[in-house]
């Protein structure tokens, strides 16, 4: 895990690879909760008939904003910034979902500093890529950049 300690760690952050997650399946049922939480039941995600029958994917798929929605709990493990007196999400930068996530699948992150900006004399924005793999896939599920900003 990388760790940053103080607004200079930030600082020179640019560039580091901050690591490869552990692997979460994403089940059915992670799908129909994450339906159900926006209120997006399209059946593409939620009717397993007929996405067996009529999908070209042969099965259910991943909502994109429930993948998109993973990197939090995924990157957990991969960096930590501390000394911050605040930490909040301040927005996202080119997202793409290049490959669908069919039920069933494992997905993993893959995150780097791409950016870092000092933007007051206390405050900085942290911009980290991240890609989301899926298991046996070369193609990602999603490449999206994430922009936190921390106030120290």
Known sequence: MKTMDSMDDVLGSLGADLGTSDWVRIDQSRIDLFAEATGDHQWIHVDVERA?????????????????????????????????????????????????????????????VAAVDKTGDNTVNLTVRHTVQIEGNDKPAAVAELIARYVF
């Open 52 to 112: 067996k029958a009529e999908s070209p994917f042969g099965s259910t798929i991943a909502h994109g904003f429930l993948t998109l929605s993973m990197i939090p709990i995924l990157s957990k493990d991969l960096f930590v910034v501390r000394g911050a007196k605040m930490a909040v999400n301040y927005g996202l930068n080119k997202v793409r979902f290049v490959s669908p996530v069919p039920v069933g699948s494992r997905i993993r992150l893959h995150s780097e």
